[in-house]
């Protein structure tokens, strides 16, 4: 697993390695433009003219040092210098001597701009440019020069590396600086990032906006030991597959879970018909539906494998409810905010809460869970809120219920907040709930209220209707199936976010729920001969 770091955490470490190492940071500064310009050489072997934009700070100077060694290569290079180079003081300063200081060959181009010539130039005979303009010490909106640079920048049909963060993210979230409602960002194909990765680097834009990530950790082989706590820890698919329950080649379906998902109340059948679609086609024996009657039919013509049971009222709903004989239970999808949903919703928690039958609630679950935010949920419950959610039930108060009656939360954070604040926000609803908390968007967050892991990423393909009910239906699947809720929690998320991927393709709309619960399948599979 990857720790990810605060921006401060990472000065911290930095400070203790080179005190540590008996270095200065000058050192690390070398080291970070010297791998970078490895990275480089590596990724775009073909680029000789390189253009680095530097501005104030040491990312300007780690961009300096990789000038140094262009030119030392037999490069050409043209630096544009927002802050001009006789005002660097410290670092950056001794890197600026230090490029001086090499001889060149005659022929070699080495030119400097600053800020109003490179906007008046032609740069288009560049083959590489390199953004070392700002890194982590970005605070507030860019500055106009920046703005104006970045733009021209990212005009430019060439091959774009980062130095340790693309200008304009903030290291620590992952948003992005605007202007008038505009991204201003340095479009990176690939970022070196270097000592260890910043929590933002799993989140937000910056998964739009760094291309591939490449750690350089400048010999700090142990972020870990320097006494700063990660905030989170990223992982992928390979880390995880261990965790999908083993499938023996002999038993039956009572061998292999049975999952029970509960939703689709009147005209709102789709959500949990895909929610248990999921559960069947990613392993679950047997899979049952309880849904409002009136969308039984489309339940059952789109998938007679599953058990549909329908139900009109609540007192219908009472005689369905034996729930000892499920393993997982995933509620919520479509349920609808009627007062039937409401009689359900407190039935089914309460019933649950005397078993230790694990609970995944979606969608109107959570609704209601934010009305009723003191019934305790069954043991290791799993809450999959979107930002939108994440606020409901972040907002919501005991005194909802009891002091005031069904009345809406008075919202005090609202959805900027959650996407600023991805892992505190899943920390403390999961502390809140007593709960697993996945937290979904770009970068899925999911929290037991102590440890945070970020998992999958971000695709535009990710942004239609029903993905969110498959991942309920997966999650709940792979509990019944035998997983611990924590295990499936991580491992259906990045099943979830690989067979988007895949199912998506080159495509970046249109792409369906019940595409990707194909995919999901498929992925299962996969893993399966893997790890058998
Ligand atoms: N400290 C260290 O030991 C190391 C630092 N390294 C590099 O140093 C970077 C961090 O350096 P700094 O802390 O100097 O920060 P930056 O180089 O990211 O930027 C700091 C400068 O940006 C200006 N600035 C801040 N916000 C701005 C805004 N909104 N618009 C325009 N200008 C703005 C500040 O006035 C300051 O001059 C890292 O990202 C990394 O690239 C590497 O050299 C590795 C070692
Ligand atoms: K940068």
Known sequence: ????????????????????????????????????????????????????????????GDGLVVARHALLAGFDVTLVAIKPYREFRGDPEKAWQELLSIKKDSHQRFDILGLEQALDTDLSSADLVVDALLGTGVKGALKDEYCQILERLNQLSRPKLALDIPTGIYADSGLCSTKNGKDTVFQADATVSFVALKTGQRLNQALQYQGELILETLGVRHALSFGEEPEAYGCNLQQLKEKLPTRHDVGSKFDCGHALLIGGGAHLGGAVILAASAALKSGAGMVSGWIHHSQQAAGLSVCPEIMWRGYNSHSDFQELADLSRYQAVGFGPGLGRDSTAEQIFLDVITKLQATDIPCVLDADGLYWLAKYTSVPLPVQSVLTPHAGEACRLLNAQEEDVFSTGRIEPQLSVDTAYVTQNRIKVAQTLAKKYSAICVLKGAGTVISDGEQALVLAGAHPAMMTAGLGDALTGLITSFIAQGAKPWDAALLATEIHYEAALSVAANRRRGVTASEVIEGCSILVNQLDQVIN
């Open 1 to 60: 697993m990857q720790p990810l770091f605060s921006v401060d955490s990472i000065k911290k470490i930095e400070r203790n390695f080179a005190k540590q190492e008996g270095i200065e940071l000058y050192e690390l500064m070398q080291r970070a433009g010297a791998s970078a310009f490895e990275q480089a050489r590596r990724l775009w072997p073909q680029a000789g003219h390189w253009l680095i934009a530097t501005g104030a700070g040491n990312n300007a």
